[in-house]
């Protein structure tokens, strides 16, 4: 082997061995890093720059601003007189489609089945204005914790607005709706001659149709 070939093998051997140790190190650091990772995953390391970082913006909730009373003596409509447009405010493919023909087996005039333009983090929201507060407390009976909100609409229809914990309509069986019966006031909402109706609120918009 002449002295050429004899350098060669060296200049060889030398440029392996640093490429081993340069993987080696890619490895070690690429290991580190899983590791750190799965602890800041499962919550054992916490770090509060990244926590910083990684902070989402909450997203609406079941926030129950004031409402009004039923009027004095006020009876439930009856639902072929409650004119409701139902909004899909979750990520639940077929949910306003699959309520809005419950609401109709019921005898309720469904306007539209509509997406809501934002998610909502509640079980749902019933947006009214003043000529429709009957129908609004009419439609609740049905809607196990919903949100009363109210708008400067002047007609009598209703929004029900379904968010990320609602399930399903009340059951038949269970509405204690008497026809004869005046609608009883819940606590915490304002009298309705005390009410108001506010200057300017948003009302669902549909991004595409059929919910």
Same mark, same amino acid.
């Given at each position: 082997m002449t002295d050429q070939d004899r350098g060669r093998q060296l200049r060889r051997?030398?440029?392996h061995e640093r490429q081993a140790v340069i993987f080696g190190v890619l490895l070690a650091a690429l290991a580190?890093?899983?590791?750190?990772?799965?602890a800041m995953y499962t919550g054992s390391l916490n770090l509060p720059v990244f926590?910083?970082?990684?902070?989402?913006? #909450?997203s609406p909730t079941a926030t129950q601003? #004031?409402? #009004?009373? #039923?009027p004095a003596g006020a009876l439930p409509v009856a639902y072929g007189q409650v004119t409701v447009k139902v909004y899909n405010a979750t990520t639940r493919v077929g949910l306003a489609g699959v309520t809005s023909a419950g609401l109709a087996e019921r005898g309720f005039v469904i306007a539209s089945t509509e997406n809501a333009p934002a998610t909502y983090d509640g079980k749902a929201r019933i947006i009214f204005g003043t000529p429709g507060v009957a129908q609004a407390y009419t439609l609740a009976a049905h809607v196990d914790g919903a949100v009363l909100v109210l708008d400067p609409r002047a007609d009598a229809t209703v929004d029900l607005a379904l968010g990320a914990e609602f399930a399903e309509l009340n059951p038949v069986d269970t509405i204690a709706l008497d026809p004869a019966v005046p609608l009883v006031a819940p606590p915490g909402c304002t009298p309705f001659d005390q009410v108001i109706a506010p200057v300017a609120t948003e009302t669902p918009v549909a991004e595409t149709p059929a919910a």
């Open positions: 051997r030398h440029m580190l890093a899983g590791l750190g990772a799965a926590a910083r970082d990684f902070a989402a913006a #909450p601003a #004031p409402y #009004p009373c #039923p």
